[in-house]
């Protein structure tokens, strides 16, 4: 191999190495799951027109470099200045340089550079080089799948350690999970209980295998009286790990809807991970309102306790009902009290209800000490900004359940003198149903907003056509920050501003 050929498998692979930096931030927005990495590239690759020309532009310039020895660097530049408007430095927040992201990176950086080695020691040339530069997305894939089972392995004793507190402790454990409103029900509960009752909940997004036993290590105290413990899953099986050690008493499900969809693939997926949940426990608490958790109740009353818990049927065994500001408490058809706290709180008060009964309390004494009841912080928070405008902030828990309630609270919020502007990225995880319930949001939102600000390529299409069909004018923005500093320019002390859901810097 002559000089001019070694230096361009060089080039390539450092521009491989280089790459990293991007594939790093997707790998560790996404939990480090396998594929995760190819699926968000091709994700920005079909965002943009321009990205997806020159991904074109990108293969053939790989197989004419087969020829001509200096077309690689022109690969190198292409695959490190695309996807365009995907950048190195992390945007929302940034990428933490743990030991499970530097352990990745040290594979990546290993296999990268033994693949050019081998390219050379065979005589191919650049070859093999030219093709991990172009594909490096896909190769730092295979680095989180080899890793996967080790991972798992190196961590286990901090959830061995987990499991012999809760053991040693011998403390009623309430289990949490739901396609919506787990934090917020988790908040409420814990509100409740802590009136008489010395509490353990996890933190709010310490809901997975590792996130759950760092909090309990971490949190967990001998004078713990209770625990609450919220759950996620992104698949079939993890709910039930969790539980093989965490060992619940009571399951709460707040609810199926197409939340992950994306990754779930159907609400049957959905409803079966999320009911791993109540195998090991005696009691179940659900949401009443669900058919299908409610169809699937019914293999479990033989063998558990089942409270069903609604906010529209008198008929359940626990009813809440709002009216003006408070919520009226009834338990098989009678009306124990009231309390008052913002409607988003309904379903929550609802099912905390159901965890008192199915924990043997008396729900009235335990309501009596309840003086407030507050919204987790990101949930349709109403805040007064500096330039004096009302902001309803609903960054984090943004999903087909919840529009509603936001637009409801949009409407109360306003008077006959404000202008309401919508700042959205719309909905993600929606899978199939992205487009069509995204343009749903847009057609709903119009009927209560003045202007929308769209924010990143991912739900550009479905909102700006809902909008535009319905005569909202709508202007878009490739992120948050220009939105809000367009925003900044024409809002006034009367108006008020929705920020529905914030886009992940990851996505497009």
């Excluded at 195998?279 to 306790?305: C, F, H, M, P, Y």
């Excluded at 006959?416 to 487009?435: A, H, W």
């Excluded at 700006?464 to 923005?477: D, G, M, S, V």
Aim: proline share 2%; glycine share 4%.
């Amino acid at each position: 191999m002559n000089t001019s050929y070694l230096l361009v498998l060089l080039v390539l692979t450092f521009g491989s190495l280089i790459n990293s930096i991007k594939w790093a931030r997707f790998a560790q927005r996404e939990h480090y799951l396998g594929g995760s990495v190819t699926k968000f590239y091709f994700r920005w690759v079909k965002s943009r027109t321009s990205n997806y020309l020159f991904y074109i532009a990108l293969l053939i310039s790989g197989v004419v470099s087969l020829w001509l020895y200096y077309f690689p660097i022109i690969v190198v530049v292409l695959t490190l200045i695309t996807p365009f408007g995907l950048s190195f430095s992390a945007r929302t927040s940034k990428v933490e340089n743990t030991e499970r992201l530097l352990r990745v990176n040290k594979v990546y950086y290993f296999i990268i550079i033994s693949i050019s080695a081998v390219s050379l020691v065979v005589e191919l040339g650049y070859l093999l080089a030219l093709l991990a530069n172009m594909f490096s997305y896909f190769v730092y894939d295979q680095c989180l799948k080899i890793l996967y089972n080790y991972e798992k392995s190196l961590t286990q004793h901090f959830v061995d350690d987990a499991s012999s507190k809760l053991k040693k402790l011998q403390i009623p454990i309430v289990a949490i999970t739901g396609s919506y409103s787990k934090t917020t029900t988790k908040n409420v509960l814990h509100q409740i209980l802590s009136t008489q009752n010395s509490v353990f909940s996890t933190k709010e997004s310490f809901n997975n295998r590792l996130g759950i036993a760092k909090a309990i290590n971490e949190d967990l105290k001998d004078s713990n009286e209770l625990a609450i413990i919220e759950m996620g899953t992104y698949g079939i099986g993890e709910i039930r790990e969790i539980c093989s050690w965490v060992r619940p008493h009571i399951a709460v499900i707040t609810g199926i809807a197409p939340v992950h969809l994306e990754r779930m693939k159907s609400l049957e997926n959905i409803l079966d991970a999320k009911s791993e949940i109540v195998e090991l426990a005696g009691s179940v608490v659900i949401n009443g309102d669900d058919e299908l958790l409610l169809n699937q109740a019914r293999l479990w009353t033989n063998q558990k306790l089942v409270f069903d818990c609604s906010i529209t049927s008198n008929q359940a065994m626990v009813f809440v009902d709002f009216q003006n500001g408070t919520h009226s408490i009834f338990v098989k058809g009678k009306k124990l009290l009231t309390v008052d706290a913002p409607e988003l709180l309904q379903l929550s008060i609802a099912l905390s209800t159901g965890v008192l009964l199915a924990l043997d309390l008396n729900v009235s004494e335990y309501f009596s000490k309840i003086t407030s009841l507050d919204k987790t912080s990101h949930r349709q928070s109403v805040i007064t900004s500096d330039l004096g405008h009302k902001i309803i902030d609903n960054s984090f828990n943004s999903n087909p359940m919840a529009i509603e309630h936001s637009l409801k609270l949009f409407s109360d919020e306003s008077t006959t003198d404000s202008k309401k502007y919508l700042v959205t990225p719309g909905m993600i995880e929606l899978g199939n149903d992205q487009f069509s319930l995204n343009y749903a949001f847009g057609v709903e939102s119009s009927k209560v907003i003045d202007q929308a600000l769209v924010i990143g390529h991912t739900n550009k299409n479905s909102l700006l056509l809902a909008f535009q069909e319905n005569n909202i004018p709508a202007y878009w923005f490739p992120n948050r920050t220009e939105a809000v500093n367009y925003l900044n320019t024409i809002i006034k002390k009367e108006d008020v501003v929705l920020f529905e859901n914030d886009l992940p810097d990851h996505y497009p």
